[in-house]
Nanobody, 123 residues
Framework: VQLQASGGGLVQPGGSLRLSCVVYGFTLDDYAIGWFRQAPGKEREWVSCISVDGSTDYGNPVKGRFTISRDNAQHTVHLQLNSLAPEDTAIYYC??????????????????WGQGTLVTVSS
């Protein structure tokens, strides 16, 4: 089971990025996916999640600016980041949890994690 996050980079304030999380070794259809981030010197923070049936949820700091989506056929979950601000600078991680039992919900913990992709927002 592997997850590979990509799409990070350097962007100016107000800009956009699209992060991708590609999964290998399991059927994405059966898994809820979460995105987390960790800024330098800070604790890891939950960002967003998408349930098995496509229900979504967002942390307050990103609500209205970030959008999560899933493409099971492509084994990929995307996180669209808009209106980026310097405080969004962090390493972004995706994580997966088998959650067919609760298809409309996001889990509180995840068993599988990707390696992270760095997002830097700076002028």
């Amino acid at each position: 089971v592997q997850l590979q996050a990509s799409g990070g980079g350097l962007v100016q304030p107000g800009g956009s990025l699209r992060l991708s999380c590609v999964v290998y070794g399991f059927t994405l259809d059966d898994y809820a996916i979460g995105w987390f981030r960790q800024a330098p010197g800070k604790e890891r923070e939950w960002v967003s999640c998408i349930s098995v049936d496509g229900s979504t949820d967002y942390g307050n700091p990103v609500k209205g600016r970030f959008t999560i989506s899933r493409d099971n056929a492509q084994h990929t979950v995307h996180l669209q980041l808009n209106s980026l601000a310097p405080e969004d600078t962090a390493i972004y991680y995706c994580a997966a949890e088998h959650y067919m039992r609760y298809p409309k919900r996001c889990p509180r913990s995840y068993d599988y994690w990707g390696q992270g992709t760095l997002v830097t927002v700076s002028s």
